[in-house]
């Protein structure tokens, strides 16, 4: 199976501390998504790339909230300073349209 | 986007058919209404899309109303693997950036 793979699936950090998560898109996959979601909420958009190209961003995205596409294939999201509110799930999906495709998240703890 | 409707929750018997509704007064012209639903634990999986006329995959069925001011999405015969949170989104065609924009959903309790 060649779905959307994220990493870790889980990561406990303390508050302060920087973490980065990676996303493995379906490799045909031009566009990719970084979404936000906390418990018993729908995903929260943060990003997207429309190949090595970040087209948007969130509102939600603050300073402290980078994500990088290098070469139109996999995808990091770094948070620096993690501060307690920034526990969620965060999500990853891709798509050359409709539908979107999504990993199966990692869960971000911060302690 | 337009913002839709759901209810929180809803429970059904397993093996009987499962209808879930989604209200989108302010649906316009360009908005394709989508379905996904998401697994506990897992991320969320595309289910189904239309824009006027109702529509049917080996998932589900689509049923829109004719002022596609709301829809329903239809789960033939409800299976315990079908207990999952649904959610019904508006995506405007004209949106290049396919950037949906996602409510509450609905939490589909399955009783065996």
């Known amino acids: 199976d060649t779905g959307v793979s994220q990493d870790p699936r889980h990561k406990i950090t303390k508050r302060g501390q920087n973490v980065t998560f990676r996303c493995d898109p379906i490799s045909e996959h031009n566009r990719l998504y970084w979404y936000r979601q906390t418990l018993g909420q729908g995903p929260e958009f943060l990003t997207y790339f429309q190949n090595e190209a970040q087209l948007e961003k969130s509102r939600l995205l603050s300073d402290r909230f980078s994500a990088e596409r290098p070469k139109g294939s996999f995808s990091t999201l770094e948070i620096q300073r993690t501060e307690q509110g920034d526990s969620a799930m965060y999500l990853c999906a891709s798509g050359r349209g409709s539908p979107l495709h999504f990993g199966n998240g990692t869960r971000l703890t911060v302690t | 986007d337009a913002k839709t409707t759901q209810p929180n929750s809803m429970e059904s018997n397993e093996e009987e058919p499962v209808h879930l509704p989604c209200n989108h007064s302010?649906?316009?012209?360009?908005?394709?209404i989508h379905w996904y639903r998401q697994l506990p634990s897992q991320g969320p999986e595309y289910v189904i899309h239309g824009l006027t006329s109702n529509v049917n995959n080996r998932m589900a069925s689509l049923a829109i109303a004719e002022d596609r001011k709301s829809s329903t999405l239809i789960l033939h015969r409800a299976t315990l693997r079908d207990a999952a949170v649904y959610y019904c989104i508006l995506r405007d065609v004209m949106d290049s950036n396919y950037q949906l924009i996602w409510g509450a959903g609905t939490k589909l309790i399955i009783k065996p």
């Open positions: 302010t649906i316009s012209g360009t908005d394709y």
